[in-house]
């Protein structure tokens, strides 16, 4: 008897993280649709401006999106190269115990508190890149995206390398017994191998750049800025959020929703990046 | 130790010892590789007969802590495979590998015959589409899968798998073919199959095979090592071995005594 | 040997020679692009914590820690920012461990291969992929509004707890796989039902693992601003929480979860987004002390895990 009434807490408990997405769908959707009865869902999509706490508010979600997917797209840009060359150097060219020690202290990267990171991005990122490029503003998305993407690193290459590692060593001494060098292991047999598991990373990857909001918050300014100028600034869904919810908004009122609905975006972005991830993996597996 | 000089040397070894860290699996080992014949290499596992096989294309390169000392001469300009300037890619790319459990790599077949030409840097469509052909026909794989050469490796039966990794290794024409059990992993049918083949791969190429099937290394090969604890105790024309061997250690071990 | 043959031979020795001197700088080029690119990593680090110690060091004091905020940057402090960032962490802890640890136990010793389970282990991983603003989203709909609990610290540790959740579950079933199946057996040989086994000899023996799940999720949650700005923490509070202990009867009290509140990271968050130099200097203080706690609570977990491993050979 008291056994199965352990059995029943332990089950709840684990059913709790289904809560949690459960919540978290329920709530975005429910708080979104009083917002659609009052901003059509064509307007939202296409609209190229986004001011809901103007008197003559809009609704465009385009400036946003197109913010987050730029700061995303140059936070990946450093982070799959540099986290993937890492990540084949630590599997195929260190020795075992200097691969305990480097991994570890990359993972530091992915410790250290994101507004930490926005502090780093304004204030040092952004005085070096003006020392570049004078014209710079201070607030820019290139280097919030550049700093997202040195945090975002250890995601990329942790995962990639133990995807790597997990290729069988007789697949890597079938290829060195043919004459191929270590290079060539490595992007001929190792990598494609170790596919699987590194979309699995780069999803991760993507997804982490998506939502991060201290960075952008701070570095890249809060204005929405419908531009692929990466050396303006510009607001991401989630800074937005973090902007309004900094204010005093009643709840209920129309930025109120603003905020549920960018949310419900940048979830559905997130899952649309999980679904293209995983059609991927699916497609490689049965080429193979 | 008898030397047959009816025979071209393809390589010899020369008192070659190799050592994993502190522990020696090899002790002083000499013998000859005479060209186009099959030579086993057999003993009780742990006596060094698969470490001396992959002393061949310096596998033990790819792990710390080893050490080889003495040579290995491939034939005829004498090069020492195990010499320090010699790079081990020089070594794989003329010296072939069958591994124990076959490996195919998560690639078409076609693919998986190709790496080795592709490696090398080999762009030229039609010779690598030849030379695919021509080695799956050796490796008598071709009948079965000429009309599937893209679907993928793995999807293969053991015994395909195997020959197919023959057709890989085939595929660069290496000057020494080396085996290393390669049908411990597989059924009785497709053993016979892979017997078959080597004794039919002997006509262009030189083996060497490491075999724990005293059978096997009667019914195929030319000649016969036996090698117990590190040291090469006997080699000899597998005809003589398996009938008159000399020491009574070879004696104990082909009639079952031992091992 | 005819001499064309030869020279053919020859020819054909020197290319591959080529060849694999070509092969040969590419495999070097490569380990110099790999270790470039963890250097890269590396020094990345070494920057942030020298410039942020750099310009924070210098302002921390023992008035930095005991002040409120302020309008005055050499007057404002930490106080109710790090009393906040512990009272949450205290309510995060308190949700997340049990809960956590139950799950982990769940789903790696109980749990039949149904697929109930597999949509739980589904979910667990992509917990992992739902930006934190989400969470924080969720708990500003639910437990402000709908549960009543307020912008309190509850509200703000139940969210955090939420968040580091799948941490601490992957972790506590991780740990757990490396018990051998033949101490399981033993345990219940000698007639331990399924719940002695895993209290007398499961937990206690991936006890080391768990406790770096703990650390790790807890040095996540004590960063982690994102959530709690979505959930309404003020940045500007110049009161303490109500003591958790009372002068009469019944002595214990749970009043400070319901107080406003703010954390370290957000009060940061407010000091670098002004304009003025004096306020940067004051966030990089705080970052200084966000910095230093969470390496060395990730510290401390790669030490546990080395030890652990060292120890544990089964």
């Known amino acids: 008897m008291k056994e199965r009434f352990i059995e029943a807490i332990l089950f709840l408990a684990a059913t709790s993280s289904v809560f949690v997405t459960f919540g978290i769908v329920w709530i975005l959707v429910k708080e979104s649709i009083p917002f659609f009865a009052h901003v ?48 084949a150097f630590l599997s195929e060219y260190t020795k075992p115990w200097l691969r305990e020690i480097l991994k570890p202290i990359l993972e530091l990267l992915a410790a250290v508190p994101t507004v930490v990171y926005g502090y780093f991005a304004l204030l040092f990122v952004t005085p070096l890149l003006q020392k570049i490029h004078p014209d710079l503003g201070g607030f820019n998305v290139l280097s919030a995206g550049l700093v997202m993407g040195m945090m975002i690193v250890p995601y990329v290459s942790s995962l990639s390398e133990d995807a790597m590692r997990s290729v069988p060593g007789h697949l890597k001494e079938g290829s060195f017994a043919l004459g191929a060098s270590r290079f060539q292991t490595i992007f001929r047999v190792v990598i494609p191998t170790a596919f699987s598991g590194m979309t699995s990373a780069y999803i991760l990857a993507i997804s982490r750049a998506l939502g991060e909001t201290m960075v952008v918050s701070i570095a890249a300014g809060m204005q929405p800025n419908l531009t692929a100028n990466p050396l303006e600034p510009a607001a991401t869904i989630t800074a937005f959020i973090v902007q309004v919810s900094m204010g005093d908004l009643p709840h209920g009122s129309i930025g109120y929703q603003s905020i549920y609905v960018a949310g419900l975006t940048l979830l559905f972005l997130t899952l649309c990046f999980n679904v293209l991830g995983l059609w991927l993996r699916q497609k490689y597996q049965e080429k193979e | 130790m008898t030397t047959n000089t009816n025979l071209n040397l393809r390589a010899e070894v020369k008192d070659l010892s190799f050592s994993y860290g502190p522990k020696k699996v090899l002790n002083r080992v000499s013998m000859p590789i005479y060209e186009n014949r099959i030579t086993a290499l057999i003993g009780p596992s742990g006596c060094g007969k698969t470490t ?132 411990s992993a597989l059924d009785p049918i497709s053993t016979t199959h892979i017997e078959e083949l080597i004794t039919e791969l002997k006509k262009d190429w030189t083996i060497v095979i490491v075999t724990h099937n005293l059978h096997q290394a009667s019914r195929t090969a030319d000649y016969t090592a036996f090698m117990y604890l590190g040291d090469l105790i006997e080699f000899d024309t597998s005809d003589k071995l398996f009938t008159t061997p000399r020491d009574p250690r070879t004696e104990n071990y082909i009639t079952g005594r031992f091992g | 040997m005819s001499t064309a043959v030869l020279q053919s031979e020859r020819a054909q020795v020197l290319d591959m020679r080529a060849n694999i001197r070509r092969r040969q700088w590419v495999d070097l080029a490569f380990g110099v692009a790999g270790l470039l690119a963890l250097l890269f990593a590396l020094l990345t680090l070494l920057a942030l914590i020298i410039d942020l110690a750099m310009t924070g060091v210098p302002r921390l004091s023992w008035e930095f820690f005991t002040n409120f905020p302020s309008r005055f940057p ?198 670098v987004s002004r304009p003025q130099p004096e306020f940067h200097v004051n966030a990089a203080a705080t970052g200084v002390i966000l910095l230093v706690m969470t390496l060395v609570m990730n510290g401390i977990a790669i030490w546990i895990r080395y030890r652990f491993r060292q120890r544990l050979k089964w």
């Open chain 2, 52 to 183: 001396l096989l992959r002393c061949f294309n310096r596998m033990h390169d790819l792990y710390a802590a080893t050490n080889y000392d003495g040579e290995i001469l491939l034939h005829p300009e004498k090069r020492n495979v195990l010499a320090r300037d010699v790079d081990p890619m020089e070594v794989r790319m003329r010296i072939g590998m069958v591994f124990q459990k076959p490996n195919p790599f998560p690639k078409s077949i076609f693919e998986n015959v190709a790496y080795g030409l592709r490696v090398r840097g080999v762009r030229k469509r039609s010779f690598i589409e030849d030379r695919v052909e021509k080695s799956l026909q050796q490796a008598g794989l071709w009948s079965e899968v000429k009309d599937r050469l893209p679907s993928p490796a793995t999807a293969l039966s053991g015994g395909q798998q195997q020959r197919l990794c023959i057709a890989r290794a085939l595929a660069t024409e290496p000057e020494i073919l080396l085996l290393d059990e390669p049908t």
């Open chain 1, 40 to 87: 059509p869902l064509g307007e939202f999509l296409t609209g190229t401006e986004w001011t809901p706490l103007f008197e003559n508010a809009r609704f465009g979600i385009l400036p946003l999106l197109c913010g987050t997917l730029l700061s995303t797209a140059i936070a990946l840009s450093v982070a799959i190269p540099l986290g993937t060359v890492a990540a």
């Open chain 3, 74 to 271: 050499e007057r404002a402090g930490i106080l109710s920012a790090w009393v906040g960032s512990f009272a949450i962490m205290i309510t995060t802890a308190c949700c997340a461990i049990p809960l956590g640890i139950a799950a982990g136990v769940y789903l790696e010793e109980y749990a039949s291969k149904n697929w109930l389970t597999g949509l739980i282990e589904l979910n667990i991983i992509n917990l992992a992929g739902i930006p934190s603003i989400t969470f924080g989203l969720m708990a500003l709909g639910l437990f402000v509004y709908q549960f009543q609990l307020g912008q309190s610290i509850l509200t703000a540790g139940l969210t955090l707890g939420l968040l580091v959740l799948p941490i601490i579950i992957v972790t506590t079933r991780e740990a757990i796989r490396t018990v051998p199946n033949s101490i399981r057996e033993a345990a219940y040989a000698l007639g331990a039902s399924r719940w002695q086994m895993v209290w007398d000899h499961l937990l206690p023996y991936s006890s080391g693992g768990i406790l770096t799940g703990v650390i790790i999720s807890l040095s996540r949650a004590i960063g982690e601003t994102a959530p709690l700005i979505t959930v309404g923490a003020l940045t500007f509070i110049a009161f303490l929480p109500h003591p958790p202990v009372m002068a009469e009867f019944p002595f214990l009290s749970f009043q400070w979860l319901k107080d406003p509140f703010t954390v370290m990271p957000i009060q940061m968050f407010n000091w």
